[in-house]
């Protein structure tokens, strides 16, 4: 998983506390990253739908739905594809023992093992949404967190 996607994760949560659009070179301010990095992420969550871009000199970035309506791994998603973890090369028919391909009618214990485990990681990361994210910065650091962020913006 790339890097962009906990900035990606970060601004969203932190999107969630903006009274409006907040600019790109913002978000990177506040999170103490590279700006021409974070846009190329923002502009990724934008194609796919998660936030928009305000133009303008009140213009920046916002969520597109309600925090509660994304998850975790739309974000991932987002940002880095929804390609599997994990792909199978089929390294069973390789090698001097080789087995042959006609006889691979189902996938093998490693295939089907990392596909679990790529279903189970989806899965979690689908039943959190950004508003759970942001309750939990909440609980952690206190009510006036978001408060705080607000008025920095």
């Not at 990095?37 to 970035?61: D, F, I, N, T, W």
């Not at 206190?142 to 008025?151: D, H, S, V, Y």
């Amino acid at each position: 998983m790339s890097g962009g996607v906990e900035w990606a994760l970060h601004c969203c949560v932190v999107l969630t506390a903006a009274r409006g659009p907040v600019p790109a070179a913002r978000l990177a301010e506040l999170h103490d990253v590279s700006g021409s990095y974070l846009a190329k992420q923002l502009q990724s969550l934008a194609r796919a739908g998660l936030v928009h871009s305000v133009q303008g000199h009140a213009g920046g970035y916002a969520l597109t739905h309600d925090p509660a309506d994304i998850t975790v791994l739309d974000v991932v998603e987002a940002v880095d594809g929804a390609r599997p973890a994990f792909v199978c090369t089929e390294i069973r028919q390789r090698g001097p023992l080789a087995t042959p391909a006609e006889a691979c009618t189902t996938p093998c214990p490693v295939h089907r093992a990392m596909t679990q485990a790529d279903e189970a990681w989806r899965a979690a990361l689908r039943s959190i949404s950004i508003a759970d994210l942001a309750g939990q910065v909440t609980g952690d650091y206190g009510p006036a967190t978001f408060e705080a962020i607000r008025q920095w913006l």
